[in-house]
Protein backbone atom coordinates (compact mmCIF):
# COMPACT_ATOMS: atom_id res chain seq x y z
CA UNK A 1 0.00 0.00 0.00
CA UNK A 2 1.21 3.45 -0.07
CA UNK A 3 3.67 3.41 3.02
CA UNK A 4 5.43 0.85 2.34
CA UNK A 5 5.97 2.21 -1.59
CA UNK A 6 7.12 5.73 -0.40
CA UNK A 7 9.79 7.14 -2.14
CA UNK A 8 12.73 8.46 -0.17
CA UNK A 9 15.71 10.76 -0.94
CA UNK A 10 19.11 8.39 -1.08
CA UNK A 11 20.53 10.42 2.26
CA UNK A 12 17.63 11.62 5.30
CA UNK A 13 18.98 14.41 7.82
CA UNK A 14 17.63 12.91 11.44
CA UNK A 15 18.92 13.70 15.05
CA UNK A 16 20.92 10.88 16.92
CA UNK A 17 20.83 10.55 20.70
CA UNK A 18 23.77 12.07 22.60
CA UNK A 19 25.39 10.37 26.17
CA UNK A 20 22.36 11.92 27.94
CA UNK A 21 19.69 10.79 25.22
CA UNK A 22 19.04 14.19 23.73
CA UNK A 23 18.83 14.68 20.28
CA UNK A 24 22.51 15.99 19.05
CA UNK A 25 22.79 17.63 16.15
CA UNK A 26 21.33 17.14 12.60
CA UNK A 27 23.25 14.71 10.39
CA UNK A 28 22.33 13.21 7.26
CA UNK A 29 22.49 9.11 6.97
CA UNK A 30 21.68 7.14 4.48
CA UNK A 31 18.15 6.26 4.36
CA UNK A 32 16.98 2.37 5.18
CA UNK A 33 15.57 1.31 1.63
CA UNK A 34 14.56 -2.35 0.94
CA UNK A 35 11.89 -4.23 -0.73
CA UNK A 36 8.85 -5.56 0.09
CA UNK A 37 10.02 -8.99 0.05
CA UNK A 38 13.18 -7.90 2.69
CA UNK A 39 10.55 -6.43 5.00
CA UNK A 40 8.59 -9.42 4.82
CA UNK A 41 11.04 -11.59 5.80
CA UNK A 42 12.83 -9.45 8.77
CA UNK A 43 9.51 -8.16 10.23
CA UNK A 44 7.34 -9.83 12.33
CA UNK A 45 3.92 -10.45 10.61
CA UNK A 46 1.89 -7.56 13.04
CA UNK A 47 4.95 -5.11 13.10
CA UNK A 48 4.85 -5.58 8.49
CA UNK A 49 1.22 -4.78 8.41
CA UNK A 50 1.78 -1.66 10.20
CA UNK A 51 5.03 -0.41 9.14
CA UNK A 52 4.76 -1.13 5.52
CA UNK A 53 1.24 -1.77 5.38
CA UNK A 54 -0.18 1.43 7.60
CA UNK A 55 -2.45 -1.14 9.29
CA UNK A 56 -3.59 0.08 12.79
CA UNK A 57 -3.57 -2.35 15.94
CA UNK A 58 -6.67 -2.35 18.28
CA UNK A 59 -6.50 -0.11 20.77
CA UNK A 60 -5.64 -1.19 24.57
CA UNK A 61 -3.61 -4.36 23.72
CA UNK A 62 -0.38 -2.60 22.34
CA UNK A 63 2.98 -3.67 24.57
CA UNK A 64 4.18 -0.60 25.00
CA UNK A 65 1.01 1.44 26.23
CA UNK A 66 1.62 0.95 30.07
CA UNK A 67 5.33 1.55 29.48
CA UNK A 68 6.32 4.13 32.05
CA UNK A 69 10.20 3.32 32.31
CA UNK A 70 12.91 6.06 31.17
CA UNK A 71 14.09 4.99 27.66
CA UNK A 72 13.81 5.91 24.07
CA UNK A 73 10.97 4.65 21.03
CA UNK A 74 13.22 3.79 18.24
CA UNK A 75 11.69 2.85 14.72
CA UNK A 76 10.93 -1.24 15.03
CA UNK A 77 11.77 -1.20 11.21
CA UNK A 78 15.61 0.62 11.43
CA UNK A 79 16.18 1.44 15.36
CA UNK A 80 16.06 5.27 14.63
CA UNK A 81 14.83 7.43 17.68
CA UNK A 82 11.40 8.41 17.33
CA UNK A 83 10.23 9.19 20.87
CA UNK A 84 11.22 9.19 24.51
CA UNK A 85 9.82 8.44 27.95
CA UNK A 86 10.42 12.45 28.64
CA UNK A 87 7.46 13.34 25.91
CA UNK A 88 5.10 10.10 26.97
CA UNK A 89 1.45 10.88 28.29
CA UNK A 90 -1.53 8.85 28.97
CA UNK A 91 -4.03 9.84 26.84
CA UNK A 92 -6.65 7.57 27.10
CA UNK A 93 -6.80 6.63 24.34
CA UNK A 94 -5.42 2.92 24.28
CA UNK A 95 -2.81 3.62 22.06
CA UNK A 96 0.78 4.60 23.53
CA UNK A 97 0.67 8.38 23.09
CA UNK A 98 3.56 11.54 23.14
CA UNK A 99 2.52 15.23 22.93
CA UNK A 100 6.53 15.55 21.22
CA UNK A 101 8.64 13.56 18.72
CA UNK A 102 12.47 12.74 20.15
CA UNK A 103 13.76 15.47 17.32
CA UNK A 104 11.20 16.67 14.73
CA UNK A 105 13.41 15.70 11.50
CA UNK A 106 12.74 11.82 12.84
CA UNK A 107 9.18 11.93 12.45
CA UNK A 108 7.58 12.98 9.07
CA UNK A 109 4.25 14.01 8.42
CA UNK A 110 1.95 13.09 5.37
CA UNK A 111 -1.79 14.06 4.89
CA UNK A 112 -3.80 11.19 4.76
CA UNK A 113 -7.33 10.75 3.23
CA UNK A 114 -7.98 7.16 4.17
CA UNK A 115 -11.04 6.30 5.73
CA UNK A 116 -13.16 9.26 5.26
CA UNK A 117 -10.89 11.45 7.40
CA UNK A 118 -8.43 13.64 6.63
CA UNK A 119 -5.64 12.90 9.40
CA UNK A 120 -1.61 13.84 9.42
CA UNK A 121 -0.30 10.38 8.85
CA UNK A 122 3.58 10.10 10.44
CA UNK A 123 6.34 7.84 9.41
CA UNK A 124 9.79 6.82 10.18
CA UNK A 125 11.93 9.87 8.43
CA UNK A 126 14.99 7.22 7.58
CA UNK A 127 13.10 3.51 6.93
CA UNK A 128 9.47 5.36 5.83
CA UNK A 129 7.57 3.10 8.21
CA UNK A 130 4.23 3.64 9.07
CA UNK A 131 4.02 4.72 12.65
CA UNK A 132 0.64 6.22 13.31
CA UNK A 133 -0.88 9.84 13.54
CA UNK A 134 -0.77 12.75 14.79
CA UNK A 135 -3.28 14.88 16.47
CA UNK A 136 -4.02 18.69 17.80
CA UNK A 137 -6.01 17.97 20.77
CA UNK A 138 -2.69 16.78 22.85
CA UNK A 139 -1.42 18.75 25.56
CA UNK A 140 0.43 21.43 26.92
CA UNK A 141 3.46 22.26 25.83
CA UNK A 142 2.70 21.19 22.43
CA UNK A 143 -0.53 20.72 22.23
CA UNK A 144 -0.03 17.76 19.82
CA UNK A 145 -0.83 13.96 20.57
CA UNK A 146 1.30 11.44 18.59
CA UNK A 147 -0.77 8.44 18.16
CA UNK A 148 1.02 5.29 18.41
CA UNK A 149 1.37 1.66 16.89
CA UNK A 150 3.26 -0.13 20.14
CA UNK A 151 4.54 -3.01 17.36
CA UNK A 152 5.85 0.37 15.20
CA UNK A 153 8.00 0.91 17.96
CA UNK A 154 11.35 -0.70 20.28
CA UNK A 155 11.76 0.47 23.51
CA UNK A 156 15.09 0.99 24.77
CA UNK A 157 16.13 1.91 28.39
CA UNK A 158 18.50 4.45 28.67
CA UNK A 159 21.37 2.88 30.48
CA UNK A 160 21.96 3.96 34.59
CA UNK A 161 18.98 5.39 36.41
CA UNK A 162 19.38 8.61 34.37
CA UNK A 163 16.03 9.90 33.87
FE1 LIG B 1 12.64 3.52 10.56
Redesign the pocket.
Known amino acids: MSDASRPLPATVTVRLPDAEGNPGPPEAVPA ?1 QKSDAEWRAELDPDAYRVLRAAATERPFCGRLLDQKSPGLYV ?1 A ?4 PLFTSRHKFESGTGWPSFFAPFAPENVAEDRDESHGMVRTEIH ?1 A ?4 HLGHVFDDGPRPTGLRYCLNSVSLEFRPFSGSRT
Do not use: K, M, Q, S
Open positions: VCGCGLCRCGG
